[in-house]
């Protein structure tokens, strides 16, 4: 194998290697996206209050219990 065939070669690896990389890596570009980012953060720095892993967001309300009657 010609060295420059090596070379090629190692450039072609790079090259797909940091493809996948960067898209692994990039932000999400949806308008949701930082609330979601935000919320998931919040989650992770709460407390472990109970009725939290039922669903409950971040604030520690449920989703799906209906308020004021």
Known sequence: MSPLVFLALALVISAVGT???WLRHR??????AT???FRSK???LSDDLPGQAD???WSGRS???RHGG
């Open 35 to 37: 609330i979601d980012e």
């Open 19 to 21: 493809v996948a990389l």
């Open 55 to 57: 669903g409950a967001n």
């Open 42 to 44: 919040m989650r992770a």
């Open 27 to 32: 932000r999400p570009d949806t308008p949701d």
């Open 63 to 65: 989703d799906t219990t």
